[in-house]
């Protein structure tokens, strides 16, 4: 598979969702700093558990229009809502105007309409693959947007103290350019036939189809016990080597060595996982091209899981960014895998709200890692490792359950086909 083989969508959406993308991180990484200089930090903590909440509404909503109406419709309304709410939000943070809380009322659309846009977008991108492409789509869709947070969180660190007032006009210009894109370049991928649309389906009803899916809850289930162990780096890992390094050498051999405390520490470790994703994605598809799917998982999500259990068993730096290849090595393994059997588990008739339900599994996982930070004051380090070990074998065993009910289906229905 090679790039020049995808559908023309997929080529104009990598190229516009590298650019929005860009756009939005020089900024929503910093909202959080944003309000709570604003308006203080348990109302900022307020004003964002309830933008979830509004994330999660919309993606609900678009999941179950989209497989409804289709997609372009859709992602057009999206995005021209999200230029529209920048454009006020830079009216608000203007050199005329400094107003806070009109700027939150205007996020919740901004929040609703990515919302929207998420699930919708993620089953046009299964809309026009099949089995044997998703694998290479997902890496390069996952490099992409990696590679679009390394560059934007650099410059949007600089920018966003003295230029705010630019950068959301800015993302406002990206939406609308990427809304007129969308329009009259990207094809409609989706159509439900004539008597589909004879039967409309309620939201309740479709959205009961998708949580009475047993093997798709499996699957649900097994993205929040990994997801969750990605969590900690920002959580109780972060805190657990901000108390114990206060300096150590980067490397306890030569002379001149550099010194550094948890929190550099810390830093070095993101840095290391983002140019790690980066620059080793390639390689790693590569290496493992001819693996199966189990055996990726198995080596994947293994190696995974013991490297996040070790930040919690040493303070030794040079251990710590061994530990940190590891963990984004098993990543890049299992992540293009996990995006692949998602695309199996939804079917064509009810995609967008299957990938909407599927974007519970970051929410959940957020809230793990935040409870985790309440455990670690009554668990040791060490015991968090092992909680750690626990959660990854749990998802490694569901992920392999899912695989295997999948293999024996596409047996079952191949074998039926020839009867």
Request: net charge negative; aromatic share 14%.
């Amino acid at each position: 598979m090679k790039f020049r083989d995808l559908h023309p969508n997929l080529k104009i959406r990598m190229v516009t969702q590298f650019v929005s993308q860009f756009a939005h991180l020089m900024v929503m990484p910093f909202l959080t700093v944003y309000f709570a200089q604003k308006v203080g930090e348990t109302t900022t903590g307020l004003m964002l558990v309830s933008l979830v909440f509004v994330g999660i509404a919309g993606g609900l909503i678009g999941g179950h229009f989209s497989d409804q109406w289709g997609r372009k419709k859709l992602m057009v309304s999206a995005e021209i809502g999200t230029g529209i709410a920048f454009l006020v939000i830079a009216g608000f943070n203007s050199p005329w105007l400094d107003l806070p809380y009109a700027t939150y009322a205007v996020f919740i659309l901004v929040m609703f309409a990515g919302g929207v846009l998420t699930p919708v977008s993620q089953a046009m991108v299964l809309d026009v693959t099949t089995e044997d492409s998703r694998r290479y789509v997902f890496t390069l869709l996952y490099w992409i947007t990696n590679l679009s947070s390394a560059i934007a969180g650099v410059i949007g660190a600089v920018l966003f103290q003295q230029y705010l007032f630019e950068l959301f006009i800015a993302i406002s210009a990206v939406s609308f350019l990427s809304a007129f894109i969308t329009l009259f370049f990207i094809l409609e991928t989706y159509t439900k036939s004539h008597q589909e649309n004879t039967q409309p389906v309620s939201m309740i009803k479709n959205y009961q189809v998708v949580f009475l899916d047993k093997l798709f809850l499996a699957f649900l289930a097994a993205g929040v016990c990994i997801l969750s162990l990605e969590e900690q780096l920002t959580n109780f890992i972060a805190i657990h080597l901000a108390d114990t390094i206060e300096s150590e050498p980067l490397f306890p051999w030569g002379e001149g060595a550099v010194m550094v405390d948890g929190v550099h520490m810390l830093g070095i470790l993101r840095s290391e996982n983002t140019l790690l994703v980066v620059f080793a994605t390639g390689l790693i598809a590569w290496a493992v091209k001819k693996w199966s799917d189990r055996f990726i998982l198995w080596v994947g999500l293994s190696i995974y899981s013991i490297g996040y259990a070790v930040f919690t068993w040493t303070d030794q730096p040079w251990i710590l960014i061994i530990s940190m290849v590891a963990v984004t090595v098993g990543e890049l393994m299992y992540i293009p895998v996990r995006q692949a059997m998602l695309g199996k588990l939804a079917p064509d008739s009810a995609r967008s709200s299957y990938l909407a339900v599927h974007q519970f599994i970051y929410y959940i996982a957020m809230l793990i890692g935040a409870v985790d930070i309440m455990l670690s004051a009554i668990m040791p380090a060490w015991a968090m490792g092992v909680k750690y070990l626990l959660f990854g074998g749990a998802g490694l065993t569901l992920f392999l359950f899912v695989n295997k009910r999948m293999e024996e289906k596409e047996v079952y229905q191949e074998t039926k086909m020839i009867d």
